[in-house]
């Protein structure tokens, strides 16, 4: 039995597809119930054949000044936080390259310092269908309680700016911008991702953000969506490296064989369910 939920508020927190109701019980859970009128539901076989995965990237290179916006933003996540080197992220990576070339979709590997924010924004210039794969450090500022009382459905691009990942030297830029190594949700919502069938954001509370009404998160998440990704997964909260490792390998390996990110997903899900503990996989949620 498949049931198709759109969250409101704090449920948003809640993986309501982890939920042990039964093995024919499925939940997909939607950013708003329009996606029905766009097709989702009605699966179609994917042809993609290029995948760009990002991980093990160098945080402490160099790079030039540029001109743009989130001055006030990056400045203090650079003032109060050292994003260190991840090698879990680099061999996580190298694992699911692994996995797509297996099966014949051509894989950009991007780490080190080639994994810049600049390369993220390229994708928006590609024609083909692809994957997109990112490991590395995210970042949450949530709005205190008395200010969420402030902030209007107009203020999304506030909250947005709340959230974003880190890339190639995020660590040493003193410059603010659009190549400065932080990419935020706000910028992210600028690109155009139509191209992209699946984003998966392998980073710590990627999942999280603003709630504003009953018009859901704007986080990551939701920033992808409004950049034209049709499906997006991220984690609600810190999953250790080896346990998303797994995790994430399962689920490529579904999606290579199965050709459907729903079917993929709930395959890794019940694969998980008999070999991890809960706090180990339940995080990861799907967005379509």
Known sequence: MKFFVSKSGKLHFLNISALMI???????????????????????????????????????????????????????????????????????????????????????LKSGPAATEFSVRQLSSNQKPFFLHLATHGFINLAQPDEMALIRKEDWDESLSRA??????????????????????????????????????????????DVIGNEGVYGLQRAFKLAGVSAVISALWEIPDLDTKNFMVSFYGYLISSKSIPVAFRKAQMEAMQTMKPYSWAGFVLIE
């Open 22 to 108: 039964s093995k024919s019980t499925n939940f997909r859970c939607l950013i708003s119930t329009s996606e029905l009128l766009r097709g989702v539901g009605h699966e179609r076989e994917m042809k993609v054949s290029e995948a760009f995965v990002y991980g093990g990237i160098d945080y402490d290179r160099q790079i030039l000044p540029s001109d743009g916006v989130s001055e006030l933003v990056a400045e203090n996540i650079r003032q109060s936080t050292y994003w260190s080197f991840l090698p879990g992220a680099l061999e996580e990576a190298n694992y699911i390259s692994q996995v797509f070339e297996s099966s014949a979709v051509h894989v950009n």
């Open 164 to 209: 974003g990942m880190v890339f190639s030297g995020a660590n040493t830029t003193r410059y603010t911008g659009i190549n400065n190594g932080i990419l935020t949700g706000s910028e992210v919502a600028t690109l155009d991702l139509r191209k992209c069938h699946l984003v998966v954001l392998s980073a710590c509370q990627s999942g999280l953000g």
